[in-house]
């Protein structure tokens, strides 16, 4: 085992697949002698040079188109984008051509391109730079959506997601690139990157979340064992496709259900979830699947972030709700 932050997991797996596929390229803005604005890709030009690890000028949207190019000649583009704000300039290109092109193809044309974008708050950064777009790509059929919450899933999802022949928005916690943990970098045993993951056991809720608020729901969990309460935490790690038999029969075992993520509440990812766990489990809940997320307002200035994010408080709130009905 070795001891990484999630960056340097996140670097350690692009390596890994530039090293087994020479047609893996990676490219965005500052990927290259900077090394990216988080470091995550610190090193790679170096090592396989500009021609693999390519300094983009900054337009996004020339980034995916290229990336589009790049995939229909046979390369396996990874494309940053810098901050999850500036991934909007793109959402043409994502949106119309890299999630259309292989069924308008019937299948013939493959693209295989990685979007990894850094997401979410909690870093004191200026306006366009802490948002949480993921329901835009959710709904976008064609697309493969996954989040990574840990070092260890950074490791291996972002290795599995550049192996798909699937175009994949990968979400990447920008508040927890610096939490180190034990990385086994010589396994490939897996959990497959659409899969779920039950991270804490329990008996009584279910929280289920992703990205950068698994480590907050963990937290809550630890916390509700002082009120006798046994909270299960599920990492959903995939939201296009989502794990439904996995995220149902936690909630068929504890009967209740909260959805937790950064996003607005309003018309937020957790509004699919939610619909779903009601159709399925609706004859196992004892109470409504609740919600917990930002308000519906623009992500406010860096000084008021910790009154927009959902916190341990919150989260601790919304299991006294469901346990009150």
């Given at each position: 085992m070795t001891i990484l932050t999630l960056a340097k997991a996140l670097n350690e797996g692009m390596r890994k697949a530039m090293e087994d596929d020479s047609k893996v390229l990676v490219m965005g803005?500052?990927?290259?002698?900077?090394?990216?604005?988080?470091?995550?890709?610190?090193?790679?030009?170096?090592?396989?040079?500009?021609?693999?690890?390519?300094?983009?000028?900054?337009?996004?949207?020339?980034?995916?188109?290229?990336?589009?190019?790049?995939?229909?000649?046979?390369?396996?583009?990874?494309?940053?984008?810098q901050f999850d704000g500036f991934v909007f300039p793109a959402a043409d290109q994502i949106i119309t051509q890299l999630a259309k092109m292989p069924l308008r193809s019937l299948g013939k044309l493959r693209l295989p391109v990685v979007v990894r974008i850094p997401c979410g708050g909690g870093i004191g950064a200026v306006e366009h730079h802490s948002e949480s777009p993921e329901a835009y790509f959710t709904h976008t059929a064609g697309l493969r959506v996954v989040a990574c919450s840990n070092p260890a899933d950074g490791y291996s999802m972002i290795q599995q997601a550049i192996r798909c022949e699937d175009p994949v928005v990968f979400f990447e916690p920008k508040r927890r690139y610096w939490e180190k943990a034990e990385v086994d970098v010589d396994s490939s045993d897996w959990t497959p990157f659409d899969e779920a993951r039950v991270v804490r056991q329990g008996t009584d809720v279910t929280l289920?979340?992703?990205?950068?608020?698994?480590?907050?729901?963990?937290?809550?969990?630890?916390?509700?064992?002082?009120?006798?309460?046994?909270l299960e935490v599920v990492d959903l790690r995939s939201l296009n496709p989502l794990d439904v038999p996995k995220v149902m029969e936690s909630v068929r075992r504890t009967g209740r259900c909260i959805v937790v993520h950064e996003a607005p509440v309003y018309s937020g990812f957790g509004?699919?979830?939610?619909?779903?766990?009601?159709?399925?489990?609706?004859?196992?809940?004892?109470?409504?699947?609740?919600?917990?997320?930002g308000p519906s307002t623009p992500y406010p200035p860096s000084r008021l972030e910790d009154h927009y994010l959902p916190d341990l408080d919150r989260v601790l709130h919304a299991v006294d709700r469901a346990f009150a009905f």
């Open positions: 803005e500052d990927v290259g002698k900077l090394g990216g604005v988080f470091r995550v890709t610190d090193g790679l030009q170096k090592d396989f040079g500009e021609q693999r690890v390519i300094d983009t000028p900054l337009a996004e949207s020339g980034i995916i188109g290229t990336a589009i190019g790049l995939a229909l000649r046979g390369y396996r583009p990874v494309c940053e984008i289920l979340a992703y990205g950068p608020m698994v480590k907050t729901c963990l937290e809550a969990a630890k916390a509700a064992e002082d009120d006798g309460r046994s509004a699919e979830v939610a619909a779903r766990v009601t159709e399925e489990c609706f004859y196992h809940l004892q109470s409504p699947v609740l919600r917990v997320g």
